[in-house]
Nanobody
Framework: QPQLVEYGGGLVQPGGSLTLSCLAS????????MGWYRQTPGKQRELVAS???????NYPDSLKGRFTISRDNAKKTVYLRMNNLQPEDTAVYYC??????????WGQGTQVTVSS
């Protein structure tokens, strides 16, 4: 059974940095488009970073330069490095394999809270 498990969420002060990790089992991170999404209460889940199997990265314009997606194929792990975090980045962050595919796999989510 394919599974994604996120780690690394927590409380961080404004201006701080955080790296989320997503450990994959039953999912090849180098053969799927991997993504990170986030969601706040009452809002739709939004894509914050994606990385194709060929290594092409995409970010929404509003997050370019602050968020970086990467992967370690040997460790079966995808990362999301987030810099200069702001209160509006507070959300539950989800790891995803397959983006909008009907067969997409989702993690359980990890809470990121940016607050002083």
């Amino acid at each position: 059974q394919p599974q994604l498990v996120e780690y690394g969420g927590g409380l961080v002060q404004p201006g701080g940095s955080l790296t989320l990790s997503c450990l994959a089992s039953g999912v090849a991170v180098n053969l799927n488009t991997m993504g990170w999404y986030r969601q706040t209460p009452g809002k739709q889940r939004e894509l914050v970073a994606s990385m194709s199997f060929s290594g092409i990265r995409n970010y929404p314009d509003s997050l370019k330069g602050r968020f970086t997606i990467s992967r370690d194929n040997a460790k079966k792990t995808v990362y999301l490095r987030m810099n200069n975090l702001q209160p509006e980045d507070t959300a539950v962050y989800y790891c995803n394999a397959g983006l909008g595919s009907p067969h997409a796999v989702w993690g359980q989510g990890t809470q990121v809270t940016v607050s002083s």
